[in-house]
């Protein structure tokens, strides 16, 4: 039985739009064994609906590796068990995908290599930000150079704790990603480049006051903000109860704040009696992060 293990991701960090992204300790499990013949697909979970037949990503993933290498199994068990919220903006679908690659990589003789998987897995998912954190863990800057991918991990030990502010709603990353413009002003995109810059040093060297400034955004939040209501009012809030930054996750609607001291308890209970008080329908999860990145092991 092959076990694979993979964690949640938060991508866009602050002003890092397709580049920033971080692991959670919140995961994606599988269990998958060649069988004789056939196909078993078992889903345990309570994030959202999954296909149970050749549409599963999971399979869908494991078989763009099978076609890569030439191997073709008897039969298949698939089990998967997730913690990870679908359609949130945490990283579902990277999960799904590196698991189900990483998982056929062992059933086809290991003939791939971190490099290929990593790249097959970013042209799956369409970009790199989620999928570089979910294989090596911590915080990733990525980069997509004309298909060949470049990750570079630095482990978080300095710890921060990550509040997690997931609604009852999802939006579709394809239709978020349409909202954005082709073309955005030459400051604007200065003003990311500047802000993610700081956010990076900020979060490795430990100048936590700075990380505020490091998640000026114009690329993609003020675009995407009308899709979750009370937006601005909820980032508000966020700071007022101790955030030292706090940005949209991946395309949303999650929103993550980052805290400093403690174990987060007391700003969780607070921005969950604000959702009560307005009628919002979130719920805060106090998470770290995960520094190792996927786990695969055969028993």
Request: glycine share 10%; with cysteine; charged share 25%.
């Amino acid at each position: 039985m092959i076990n694979v293990r993979v964690p949640a991701t938060s991508a866009n960090m602050g002003a890092g739009f397709d580049s920033l992204g971080i692991a959670f300790n919140l995961y994606s499990r599988l269990e998958v064994e060649e069988r004789q013949s056939g196909l078993e697909i078992i889903t345990v979970n309570n994030t959202g609906p999954a296909h149970n037949d050749k549409y599963n990503l999971v399979y869908r993933a494991m078989s763009r590796v099978f076609d890569k290498t030439g191997y073709t199994p008897k039969g298949l068990y698939i089990r998967q068990k997730s913690e990870i919220p679908m359609t949130r903006g945490l990283g579902s679908s990277s999960a799904c995908i590196l698991g189900g690659m990483l998982a056929a990589n062992i059933l086809c003789g290991r003939k791939l290599d971190y490099r290929e998987i990593l790249g097959m897995a970013a042209a799956m998912e369409g970009h790199p930000d989620n999928v570089g954190p979910a294989l090596y863990g911590g915080f990733c800057i990525s980069a997509d150079e004309g298909g060949r991918i470049l990750v570079k991990s630095a482990k978080l030990t300095n710890g921060l704790k990550f509040a997690v502010m997931i609604p009852d709603f999802f939006v579709a990353t394809r239709k978020s990603r349409s909202t954005l413009p082709e073309r955005v002003p030459f400051r604007d995109a200065v003003q990311n480049i500047s802000s993610a810059l700081v956010f990076r040093d900020a979060l490795i060297d430990g100048d936590f006051d700075m990380l505020r400034y490091g998640v000026t955004d114009r690329l993609h939040q003020p675009y995407r903000r009308n899709y979750i209501d009370g937006f601005d009012d909820i980032f508000k809030r966020t700071y007022e109860y101790g955030s030292k930054a706090t940005y949209l996750s991946g395309s949303g609607p999650t929103i993550v704040s980052i805290l400093t001291g403690g174990d987060g308890g007391g700003f969780k209970r607070r921005m969950e009696r604000f959702f009560v008080e307005n009628s919002h329908k979130w719920r805060c999860l106090i998470l770290e992060c995960d520094n190792v990145g996927s786990v695969v092991s055969v028993v």
